[in-house]
T-cell receptor, first 112, second 117 residues
Framework: NAGVTQTPKFQVLKTGQSMTLQCAQD?????MYWYRQDPGMGLRLIYY???????DKGEVPNGYNVSRLNKREFSLRLESAAPSQTSVYFC???????????FGPGTRLTVL | AQKVTQAQTEISVVEKEDVTLDCVYE???????LFWYKQPPSGELVFLIR??????QNEISGRYSWNFQKSTSSFNFTITASQVVDSAVYFC??????????????FGGGTRVLVKP
């Protein structure tokens, strides 16, 4: 039982490049989330998927897109990376809204 | 709108001292959930506790205890007899109700705890 897994662990991009961050959970959770964590700050919600087939914007969605591929997988795409997107990205999952969110190990992304 | 404030950015203690982390929240909802997470130097986020707004009982789990006071909108966390392994950043978080609104978890800025041997 791996919980929430994320790939890659580290990534360096040049401004304007695109990439997709992958997330998978094996806990049969309905809801999945993407957060970013900037130095000295708490986590901010980018997008979430309350259930398979639905996605919704969080607090800081600009510059990102998401896909809920199936119940297990939720990907985050940066179409044209910008230095302001340098951050640590965390994926999380939960049974549903209001329930405990369990986090993956994070992806450290640097945009030059 | 919901908001979580952790006024203490960093606390430094010597091993075996007690340390209390403050968390103050704002919400217009009557049903909400409060959480504490630990982020050790390795970077992962570890869930510690979830509390709903209707349960004001304090809770103790080993060396950890939580004091929830609805009247002051606070959910404070105490580590008793701190150990070096407690060194981490601790986050308080809030979600409003269940369903779609419950998916929006708002985090405080975190409190870094440094426990010196």
């Amino acid at each position: 039982n791996a919980g929430v897994t994320q790939t890659p662990k580290f990534q360096v991009l040049k401004t304007g490049q695109s990439m997709t961050l992958q997330c998978a959970q094996d806990m049969n959770h309905n809801s999945m989330y993407w957060y970013r964590q900037d130095p000295g700050m708490g986590l901010r919600l980018i997008y979430y998927s309350a259930s398979e087939g639905t996605t919704d914007k969080g607090e800081v969605p600009n510059g990102y897109n998401v896909s809920r591929l199936n119940k297990r997988e939720f990907s985050l795409r940066l179409e044209s990376a910008a230095p302001s997107q340098t951050s640590v990205y965390f994926c999380a999952s939960s049974v549903g809204g209001g329930y405990t969110q369990y986090f993956g190990p994070g992806t450290r992304l640097t945009v030059l | 709108a919901q908001k979580v404030t952790q006024a203490q950015t960093e606390i430094s203690v010597v091993e075996k001292e007690d340390v209390t982390l403050d968390c103050v929240y704002e919400t217009r909802d009557t049903t909400y959930y409060l959480f504490w997470y630990k982020q050790p130097p390795s970077g992962e986020l570890v869930f510690l506790i979830r509390r709903n707004s209707f349960d004001e009982q304090n809770e103790i789990s080993g060396r950890y205890s939580w004091n929830f006071q609805k009247s002051t909108s606070s959910f404070n966390f105490t580590i008793t007899a701190s150990q070096v392994v407690d060194s981490a950043v601790y986050f308080c978080a809030l979600s409003e109700a269940r369903g779609a609104a419950g998916n929006k978890l708002t985090f405080g800025g975190g409190t870094r705890v440094l426990v010196k041997p």
